[in-house]
């Protein structure tokens, strides 16, 4: 019996930007954005909507190195007047017919709070700011605030030619993206980048002062933190500290299951290698929690971008199956067990036709778009989750626990880490009287099951009435959702 305590006095909110997805067009390496467009209907894909509104994210973020080079008045205006852009990271030619405008239509159409990057002075890249075909991309800082003024100013009469007449009042922008990443000599300084960063977003907040302002404080080759300089000079310029968790890959490389398909010869060790990787995954957010709260306890964490980095590159098969599910559920569960100091997360890359990486696979326009096992549990945990962090704890580690609350809704986040054997929970809400409870759980029958368009259905969620939570079996490997209603 494994005992799971919760404490349902609410300890703090969590932020509605918390469960975020990450859209960047990724060129010739995965047809991304522009592969979610209808081109004959020149609209967002109707179906790839659907699906989004199915995910509900909460926010959306337009950026990743793309905005380095990215220009945004080139994504503006009448669409055959939009300048092509080269894509120098991930290859071919941008059109731009998704830009700024296409993008936070997008976020109102699903419901989703748009979080906007911008070009960071090409975050110090030399290949950016003098590219090989001659062209300057770096972003000033005038290029960021008039992107500002252009989102959130009533009457611009920019935006308003273009044919937006409402300002987006876009809220939440992030300045700097992974750039203590390059070598030396290829990306700012860490002084720099707080320098800089203090001119950006001077310039930013003065076109409006009620904007949040995320700035880049992860580490540099994984040793030192650039978020104690950031937060020094940055003051009260800043509201939280980005952080990527794209370090999610093996140890060692040479050695690993966790490789083409090498993985599907032995369960246990894949199960293994990623116990470990969550493990290191797990120290890096202790470590940026205690680095940005003894700089500022007042700030919060922004995990951008983040995702298991596996040969092949982000095309893994491992990442269609059940197992990697369990993976990310633990992943979200650590996440919003720290929802007090983190305000915004994501498990993956957003949308696409062969990454596996991503939330949402796309394949051909005749084929409808469908959640990986990754989307599928950041549904489910989105789905049932409060406005309030409550504290919860298990008294087994074959079992992660979290836990919200929404007035009088207790939700209980509950995974199974254990593949091999089911559990019998008994949840205790510090005495409480309960109404009615229901599991809502993703369970398939084998860690292998695998999602296509031929098996669509196969992580569907099951919805189980409790008739008694201090006696609750659950399977093997299984992500469970409580939602448990409190006796008035």
Not at 30 to 49: G, N, T
Not at 278 to 301: F, T
Not at 324 to 351: K, P
């Amino acid at each position: 019996m494994t005992r799971i305590r919760v404490d349902i006095r609410p300890r703090h909110e969590i932020s509605p930007r918390l469960y975020m997805q990450f859209m960047e067009p990724l060129g010739t390496t995965d047809s991304s954005v522009e592969a979610c467009w209808d081109i004959l209907k020149d609209q967002w894909r109707d179906d790839f909507v659907e699906v989004v509104r199915d995910l509900a994210p909460s926010s959306i973020r337009w950026g990743g190195i793309l905005t380095s080079f990215w220009k945004w008045r080139e994504s503006v205006g009448a669409p055959a007047d939009r300048v092509p852009m080269v894509n120098y990271l991930w290859g071919g030619m941008e059109t731009n017919r998704i830009g700024v405008h296409e993008f936070l239509d997008f976020c109102e159409a699903v419901g989703a709070e748009p979080i906007m990057a911008i070009n960071f002075a090409a975050d110090g890249r030399p290949d950016y700011i003098e590219t090989a075909r001659g062209e300057r991309r770096a972003g000033t800082t005038e290029e960021a605030a008039d992107l500002v003024s252009y989102c959130n100013e009533p009457d611009h009469p920019e935006r308003k030619a273009n044919g937006r007449e409402k300002p987006w009042k876009v809220r939440t922008w992030q300045i700097g993206n992974e750039t203590s990443y390059p070598r030396e000599g290829a990306r700012f300084t860490s002084k720099e980048n707080a320098t800089l960063y203090r001119e950006f977003a001077d310039a930013m907040r003065s076109r409006d002062p009620n904007i949040l302002l995320i700035g880049w404080g992860d580490m540099e080759q994984g040793e030192r933190w650039w978020a104690p300089e950031l937060i020094e000079a940055a003051g009260d310029r800043i509201d939280m500290v980005a952080l990527h968790m794209m370090q999610q890959r093996p140890k060692d490389p040479a050695n690993s299951v966790l490789k083409g398909r090498l993985y599907r010869n032995d369960y246990d060790r894949t199960w293994s290698e990623l116990d470990a990787i969550y493990k290191a995954m797990e120290a890096k957010l202790l470590g940026a929690r205690e680095v940005v709260s003894a700089a500022n306890p007042n700030l919060k964490l922004a995990i951008t971008e983040g995702h298991l980095s596996l040969q092949p590159h982000n095309k893994i098969e491992l990442l269609r199956e059940w197992l990697s599910g369990v993976y990310h559920a633990r992943c979200l569960t650590l996440f919003e067990q720290h929802s007090d100091i983190i305000d915004i997360c994501t498990l993956a890359d957003f949308a696409g036709t062969s990454w596996t990486v991503n939330a949402v696979l796309l394949g051909s326009p005749v084929e409808k778009p469908y959640l990986l096992p990754v989307g599928h549990v950041m549904r489910l945990f989105r789905r049932s989750s409060g406005t309030h962090g409550l504290a919860a704890s298990s008294d087994s580690e074959n079992v992660v626990v979290s836990a919200s609350r929404r007035d009088n809704t207790v939700f209980v986040h509950a995974t199974n880490l254990d593949i091999r054997d089911d559990a019998t929970l008994a949840i205790d809400l510090d005495g409480a009287q309960i109404a009615r409870a229901t599991c809502h759980r993703i369970a398939p029958d084998a860690l292998d099951a695998a999602i296509d368009t031929t098996n669509l259905d196969v992580f569907a969620v099951e919805q189980v009435p409790v008739e008694d939570v201090s006696r609750i079996a659950v399977p093997k490997a299984s992500v469970n959702a409580f939602v448990i209603e409190l006796a008035d």
